[in-house]
């Protein structure tokens, strides 16, 4: 958007906190009843609370994680094609799950940024053909691209995807 630190980095990752303890509150539940409950009351050892934490934590990343990129990690890791996505070891899921999110992290950027491209440009050209060039065309081009963001409804919008994408 053109604003240095606009809104504030804390606040950014404050939101991404929230959002992650909101879309991932029932796995969190479920890993909580049947693995880290049972531990603490000493009824099952340190390796099946893993074992039973590491399969709600599965689901969710490979109901959101594209094949392409677990083929990616399990050529990688030199392991063998297994006959079901849920016997992959975490050190193949989380990498994949990871890079699927980065993907899906750049089109939600690419989407926002061309619409402020676009003022960037028209502000700079309206400014060059009106001879000013020593005026920075960001001075002018940046109460516009905050406008339109806040016309829009910005942030519900880009909340409202983040959530949509995990439903």
Known sequence: MGTQQ???N???????????????????SEVMETA??????????????FDRAAEPLK????RETREKDLALFLRASG?????????????????????NELRI?????????????????????????????????VMISLPFKILLFVLVDGWYLVV???LNSFA
């Open 105 to 137: 992290a750049f089109s939600i950027g690419f989407i926002l940024f061309i619409p402020f491209l676009v003022i960037d440009m028209v502000v700079a050209s309206i400014l060059m053909s009106m001879g000013m060039f020593m005026l920075p065309p």
């Open 59 to 62: 689901e969710f990343m490979l």
């Open 79 to 99: 392991r063998d094609n297994v006959a079901e996505p849920m016997d992959l070891p975490l050190s193949v899921i989380i990498p994949a799950f990871a890079i």
């Open 160 to 162: 409202e995807s983040l």
């Open 10 to 28: 804390q606040l950014l990752i404050g939101l991404a906190l929230f959002l992650t303890f909101f879309i991932m509150q029932p796995v969190y």
């Open 6 to 8: 606009s809104p504030p």
């Open 36 to 49: 880290v409950t049972p531990y603490l009351a000493n009824e099952i050892s340190q390796e099946e609370a």
